[in-house]
């Protein structure tokens, strides 16, 4: 079972605000990426990350930042949170080959009003 | 463009088996993964196909097919907690997952 966790699990706040979403594993994984889903709709890669100090950007990556300081923390940053960025967003790990599972977190529910 | 097909919905009754079918077109195959998804949880991993044929795990079971761009989800026995949504994913040339909607399963006592 993996051990991934998230915080906060729901959030609410209003346009305009910066906040990070957390995110840590203690497995030791060294490749670690975050998604967004929508209700009924796939996973979208906003990041991940091979390593400490490795970031690379996903399909949506334009409105978020990361970073990956230590290997097991991998924060996602979003500078002026807008509606638009109302939904899921799952954070998941893997260990190094590239065709290792992911696991996933518990998730953060955002709404942004 | 890379595509997942795989239906939005599905009904079965309780102690039945039901098939899960997912089509592919991707650049490059690495891969394909069939994950659990309970409503409002995170996704959880059931299988990982990258060869031809059936891959047999208690109650579920997953096929491949390459050629045919084609993978299927059998899941024995239907349980109510059973009920969720279904994700097929499949790893592309870039090793980047790529995935389908996901099936919504509808259990019935």
């Known amino acids: 079972e993996a051990d991934i966790y998230q915080t906060p699990r729901y959030l609410v706040i209003g346009t305009g605000k910066k906040i990070t979403l957390e995110c840590s594993q203690t497995?030791?994984?060294?490749?670690m990426y975050w998604y967004q889903q929508d209700p009924g709709m796939e996973l979208h890669l906003i990041h991940y990350?091979?390593?400490?100090?490795?970031?690379e950007k996903g399909d949506l990556s334009s409105e978020s930042t990361v970073s990956r300081i230590r290997t097991e923390h991998f924060p996602l940053t979003l500078e002026s949170a807008r509606p638009s960025h109302t939904s899921q967003y799952l954070c998941?790990?893997?260990?190094?080959?590239?065709?290792?599972?992911?696991?996933f977190g518990p998730g953060t529910r955002l709404t942004v009003l | 463009g890379q595509n997942i097909d795989q239906p939005t919905e599905m009904t079965a009754t309780e102690g039945a088996i039901v098939q899960i079918n997912c089509t592919y077109q991707?650049?490059?195959?690495?891969?394909l993964f069939w994950y659990q998804q309970h409503a409002g949880e995170a996704p959880t991993f059931l299988s990982y196909n990258v060869l031809d044929g059936l891959e047999e795990k208690g109650r579920f079971s997953s096929f491949l097919s390459r050629s045919k761009g084609y993978s299927y989800l059998l899941l024995k026995e239907l349980q109510m907690k059973d009920s969720a949504s279904y994700l097929c994913?499949?790893?592309?040339?870039?090793?980047?997952?790529?995935w389908g909607a996901g099936t919504k399963l509808i259990i019935k006592p």
């Open positions: 497995m030791g994984h060294d490749k």
């Open positions: 998941a790990s893997s260990e190094y080959r590239d065709t290792d599972t992911q696991y």
């Open positions: 991707t650049s490059g195959f690495n891969g």
């Open positions: 994913a499949v790893m592309d040339s870039n090793y980047q997952l790529i």
């Open positions: 990350s091979y390593g400490v100090n490795s970031t």
